[in-house]
């Protein structure tokens, strides 16, 4: 099972809106609404921000939201903000198929 | 609050066991989640291992499967990975996750732990 492609980097000024695609093939979205997206700094643990495609956890901004369109799931990150500056990942639950779970090859995010 | 910490070995030599233990903080390890781990290799994407539920079984990434097991500590309230025969493809920071009740995906993290293979 090969990884979901994510862009390797997005960047943007504060207060502009980002889109990070994460693309998979049929398999990988068997799932269908098993899409997440999580938030990486470094040294901490991921965070969990985007579930089921479009479903934010309690506490999450909802600056942050998901979509998909056939095998491209897509997070949009609005009025960015300097602490968003971090990596961001994928990953789709392939249901039929093993591994279970692949995972995005991750897009860092910059905030100029 | 949930909590996941691992701790392992830090440097190892190829052919040997990979031995990772995850105490877990918050939650029951014996109650109705499934627990996964998790690596990422250096300039890598992630990679699921695989998951266990303490009554519904377990199941693992076919490439590993050959060397791999999880298992519940319930006594300590975490999880275990033993990964034999290692080698530099091993290497990897390696992380311990909680799956999210109902939903397919992973709702608390540890910090991870880095794991280098070398001779």
């Known amino acids: 099972q090969s990884a979901l492609t994510q862009s390797a980097s997005v960047s943007g000024s504060p207060g502009q809106s980002i889109t990070i695609s994460c693309t998979g093939t049929?398999?990988?979205?068997?799932?269908?609404?098993?899409v997440s997206w999580f938030q990486h700094h470094p040294g901490n643990p991921p965070k969990l921000i985007i579930f089921?495609?479009?479903n934010r956890p309690s506490g999450v901004s909802n600056r942050f939201s998901g979509s998909k369109s056939g095998n491209t799931a897509s997070l949009t990150i609005s009025g960015l903000q300097l602490e968003d500056e971090a990596e961001y990942f994928c990953?789709?639950?392939?249901?039929?198929?093993?591994?279970?779970?692949?995972f995005g090859t991750g897009t860092k995010v910059t905030v100029l | 609050q949930v909590q996941l910490q691992e701790s392992g070995p830090g440097l190892m030599k190829p052919s040997e066991t990979l031995s990772l233990s995850c105490a877990v903080s918050?939650?029951?390890?014996?109650?109705?989640?499934?627990w996964s781990w998790v690596r990422q290799s250096p300039g890598s994407g992630l990679e699921w291992i695989g998951e266990?539920?303490?009554?519904?079984?377990?199941n693992y990434n076919p490439s590993l499967e050959s060397r791999l097991t999880i298992s519940l500590d319930k006594s300590q309230n975490g999880l275990s990975l033993r990964l034999s025969s290692v080698s530099a493809a091993d290497t990897a920071v390696y992380y311990c996750?909680?799956?999210?009740?109902?939903?397919?995906?992973?709702?608390?993290w540890g910090q991870g732990t880095l794991v280098i293979v070398s001779s």
């Open positions: 089921d495609v479009t």
């Open positions: 996750a909680r799956h999210m009740t109902g939903v397919n995906s992973f709702d608390y």
């Open positions: 266990i539920h303490s009554r519904l079984g377990i």
């Open positions: 918050g939650a029951s390890v014996r109650s109705n989640w499934w």
């Open positions: 990953s789709s639950y392939t249901s039929i198929s093993t591994p279970l779970y692949v």
């Open positions: 049929n398999s990988d979205f068997v799932g269908y609404n098993s």
